[in-house]
């Protein structure tokens, strides 16, 4: 079988198709033109955020047995009709759950230490300890929405730190534990200090925090977001972080984000980037949350092991 390599990933996917008699054709330096035109000359994909498969890519596919994402979201591939046309896909959001969960502990530490402010001042021989006092995260709570892998990991890495953790997933059920409690989105409404998304993007979320949701908290509350850009909506955001019923928000994700997430999408960002880039109460980062040098051999390992467990007659897969 043969396996089109359309973005950089990590070699450990390539060695251990190899090994097991898959040939692997690193095409990431091609455009996303040239891409689509040699597709259906393979058996399997693997992707990261260069090309979207869509419903047209996909009918000229009669050869393609499977679509490996080197990532959690799967958004940019049209499933619905890749499965219909018998094509397995894959994701590996397995991969980068623990890198997700660090990353969000990170932003929040920073945000309630004011660590990025203080930092600079210290650089500039300012010296403000009353000014840069800190917030702890013990006491608190802490509602997770979406508790799949990456919110179940933050949860876990959570627990040593003496707060309270709720979860709310719409789709799974009697998942609490001895660090974590299930919860309906009105106890989170009613309880939360801080929130923390982890959900996919689809239709239902697209704007899943919005004005609407927001003013539903009965406490100010803190907002991490390491999912999608698109699962809040910027401006409602901008409008609560004016008004004091947001305290702070740590983002990883921005709605203003190119869909191969490598860039934002335009020089002139608007009001609402504006404001976000010049707030003290605002820590933003690249959407590199679940890309630490770890996860991505690991995003890399499973995918391949996912494949070849499927397609392949080796028992060590």
Partial sequence: MKVLIVDSIHTAFQDLMQEAGFTCDDKSHLSKEEIIKIIPEYDGLIIRSKLKLTFDILSDTDHLKFICRAGSGMENIDVDFAEAKGIRCF?????????????????????????LRADAEVRNAIWKRVENRGIEIGGKTIGIIGYGNAGSALAKKLSGFDCKILAHDKYKSRFSNDYVTESSLEELFAECDIVSFHLPLTEETHHYADDTFFSQFIKPIYLINASRGYNVKTSDLVLNLKSGRILGACLDVLELE??????????????DFNYLKNASNVVLSPHVAGWTHESHRKLSEILAQKVLKE??????Y
């Fill in 311 to 316: 397609f392949s007659a080796l028992e060590e």
């Fill in 258 to 271: 190119s869909t191969s997430f490598e860039k934002l999408t335009s020089e002139d960002m608007g009001d």
């Fill in 91 to 115: 994701s590996a959001p397995e991969g980068n759950k623990d890198a997700v969960g660090e990353h969000c502990i990170g932003l929040l530490l920073t945000l309630f230490n004011n660590i």
